[in-house]
């Protein structure tokens, strides 16, 4: 595992002896920093992890409304934004390369696909299937996929890596494109997130107890509106 010591006792207080935390923060890769990916590299900081994250965008003024941006962070690249909210609220700092960086570079078992296209997930999958070759832990890479209200949540391991690349992994053109108005709201992109970072911490539990003690699934979707109707009938 690539790994570094923590900063502060004080933020894990509460939860450092849940199966999952270790005294030293696991390094994991996040792909992305936009909808999904700032609230989750935020949730993973304050979960104990050490997320390097790529993307290259930059914030614009319609990444207000369902990411974790502030209005002045207008025109700054995301990675620079989300690094200084969590330096803000967890006093640490993150790693963050724009892309096209060299994604090969460094060799993670833990990455999260948080982008907003299909040649990206594909990309960091092809990366994340040759850096695990050797791992002593199980490899884990975990795919989120959002609209307005409607989470997907793809776990991807070894063992079904190749259901994923061949259902799950279809062209860009494929995909049905929402109306403008219909791609994003700030509790659903901070819903996927912290579900994300629960199945991670899922996983990272049975590594630590070297047993199956809890349920990461290879695909969980939650549909928003649909909570009202259960609760109605």
């Given at each position: ?104 570079t460094p060799h993670h078992h833990f990455a999260f696909s948080a982008f907003d296209n299909m040649k990206a997930r594909r990309d960091l999958f092809e990366v994340w299937k040759k850096s695990h070759a050797g791992a ?98």
């Amino acid at each position: 595992m690539n790994t570094t010591t923590h900063s502060s006792s004080v933020q894990s207080s509460r939860f450092k002896d849940a199966p999952w935390f270790n005294e030293i923060a696991e390094r994991v890769i996040v792909g992305g920093a936009g909808g999904i990916g700032r609230w989750l590299s935020f949730f993973l900081v304050r979960a104990g992890f050490e997320p390097i994250i790529y993307d290259f965008d930059t914030v614009e003024e319609h990444n207000l409304g369902g990411q974790l941006f502030r209005q002045k962070d207008v025109g700054r690249l995301k990675i620079e934004a989300t690094a200084d909210i969590i330096n803000t609220f967890s006093n640490k700092a993150i790693s963050g390369f724009a892309l096209p960086v060299d994604i090969t570079t460094p060799h993670h078992h833990f990455a999260f696909s948080a982008f907003d296209n299909m040649k990206a997930r594909r990309d960091l999958f092809e990366v994340w299937k040759k850096s695990h070759a050797g791992a002593s832990v199980t490899p884990l890479l975990i795919d989120g996929r959002l609209t307005m209200e409607q989470v997907q949540i793809l776990c991807v391991t070894p063992e079904n890596m190749d259901r994923y690349e061949q259902e799950y992994l279809f062209d860009d053109s494929e995909v049905e494109d929402a109306a403008c108005t219909l791609r994003s709201t700030t509790h659903s992109a901070a819903l996927i997130a912290s579900l994300m970072t629960g199945f991670f911490t899922n996983h990272i539990s049975n590594i630590n107890e070297r047993k199956l003690i809890r349920t990461v699934p290879f695909y969980y979707e939650f549909f928003i509106p649909q909570v009202l109707t259960d609760l109605i009938t």
